[in-house]
C-alpha cells in the first residue's frame, strides 16, 4: 500500500507560515496585498475567487476583489490591471481565467506587472522559470504545489529519478516539466499524441497527470515504489450516493495505483489544497521582493 501524500496538511502548513511571513511584514510596515479579479458570472469561477480572497484575508494580507460585469471591454480590464499596477498596496494581481471571449487573455496577462504576477503566467515568468532562474521567478501555483509535494516524499534533489508529466499545458504541465527538470530529473513531457503512453509511465520513478480524463492511468502503468502526483479533478455519477449525485476523482485510478505506486497524492485532498496555499505564497513573496527582501522557504 502506498503511502498517501496528505496535500490538506501540506497546505495547512505553508498557509500558517505565509500568515507568519505576513505578520513578520507588517511589523515593517508592509502589508501584503492581493488583488483578485473576475469577469462575468461564471459559477465555478466565482467560487474559486471568492475562496482566493477570502484566504487572502485569512493570511492577514489586505485583500480586494474587482468583479466586472460580463459586457466590460478589453480596454476597460486593461485600465484595471493598469491601475493595480501602479497600486503600491497590492503587490499581487490575479485576474481570473477564463475571461469572456470578447477579451484577448494574452493581452491582459501580458500587462500584468510581471512582480505582481502572482499566477505566473507571463511570458517573463514562464521565461525565468524554463531558463531555470526560479528564485526570480513567480511560478504557477499547481505545479508549484506538486512539486512541494514531491519534495516531501523525494527531497529537493532528484538527480538519478526519471519523472513523466502527462499532459503539456502552459498552467499545468509545461511548467511541472521545468520545476523536475530544475531538480535534476530526467523529464519526458507526454501528450495526447504520444504512443503507447503505458509504457512511457512504467518506466517514471515520478509520474504527474495533469490531463483532465478521469481515472485514465491505470495501475499496471505505475513502476512498482513510484510517486504519483495526480492533479486532475474530473466529476463523474456517483449513482452508489443516490440518483444524480456525484463525486470527484483524479486523473489516475487511485483504488488500483496505490497498490503500486510508493506514494501518491488522494482527490480531492492531494495537489487540490496546495494551489490556493501557493498563491498565498506568491503573493507573500511579490510583497517581500517589492520591499527589497528575499522570501525565506516555506
Ligand atoms: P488542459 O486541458 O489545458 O491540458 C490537458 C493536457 O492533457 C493536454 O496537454 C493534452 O495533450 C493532454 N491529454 C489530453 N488527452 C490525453 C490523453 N488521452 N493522453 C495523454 N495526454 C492527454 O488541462 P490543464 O489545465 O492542464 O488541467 C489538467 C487537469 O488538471 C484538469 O483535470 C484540471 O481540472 C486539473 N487542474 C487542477 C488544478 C488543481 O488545483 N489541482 C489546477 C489546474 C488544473
Request: aromatic letters at 2%; hydrophobic letters at 45%; glycine letters at 10%.
Amino acid at each position: 500500500m502506498a503511502q498517501i501524500i496528505d496535500g490538506k496538511a501540506a497546505a495547512a502548513k505553508i498557509l500558517e507560515n505565509v500568515t507568519k511571513g505576513a505578520e513578520e511584514l507588517k511589523t515593517r510596515g508592509v502589508t501584503p496585498g492581493l488583488a483578485v479579479v473576475i469577469v462575468g458570472e461564471d459559477p465555478a469561477s466565482q467560487v474559486y475567487v471568492a475562496s482566493k480572497s477570502k484566504k487572502a484575508t485569512e493570511c492577514g494580507f489586505h485583500s480586494v476583489q474587482h468583479s466586472l460585469p460580463e459586457n466590460t471591454s478589453e480596454d476597460e480590464l486593461v485600465s484595471l490591471v493598469e491601475d493595480l499596477n501602479r497600486d503600491p498596496a497590492i503587490h499581487g494581481i490575479l485576474v481570473q481565467l477564463p475571461l469572456p471571449k470578447h477579451i484577448n487573455s494574452d493581452r491582459i496577462i501580458y500587462t500584468i506587472a510581471p512582480e505582481k504576477d502572482v499566477d505566473g503566467f507571463h511570458i517573463l515568468n514562464v521565461g525565468m522559470l524554463g531558463t531555470g532562474a526560479i528564485a526570480k521567478a513567480l511560478v504557477p501555483c499547481t505545479p508549484a504545489g506538486a512539486m512541494l509535494l514531491i519534495e516531501g516524499v523525494r527531497g529537493k534533489d532528484l538527480s538519478g529519478l526519471s519523472a513523466v508529466v502527462i499532459g503539456r499545458s502552459n498552467i499545468v504541465g509545461k511548467p511541472m516539466a521545468n520545476l523536475l527538470l530544475a531538480a535534476n530529473a530526467t523529464v519526458t513531457i507526454a501528450h495526447s499524441r504520444t504512443a503507447d503512453l503505458a509504457a512511457v509511465c512504467r518506466n517514471a520513478d515520478i509520474v504527474v497527470a495533469a490531463v483532465g480524463r478521469p481515472q485514465m492511468v491505470k495501475g499496471e502503468w505505475i513502476k512498482p515504489g513510484a510517486t504519483v502526483i495526480d492533479v486532475g479533478i474530473n466529476r463523474i455519477p456517483a449513482p452508489e450516493k443516490g440518483e444524480g449525485k456525484t463525486r470527484l476523482v483524479g486523473d489516475v485510478d487511485y483504488a488500483e495505483a496505490e497498490k503500486v505506486a510508493g506514494s501518491i497524492t488522494p482527490v480531492p485532498g492531494g495537489v487540490g489544497p496546495m494551489t490556493i496555499a501557493m498563491l498565498m505564497a506568491n503573493t507573500l513573496a511579490a510583497a517581500n521582493r517589492a520591499s527589497g527582501r528575499d522570501t525565506p522557504d516555506l
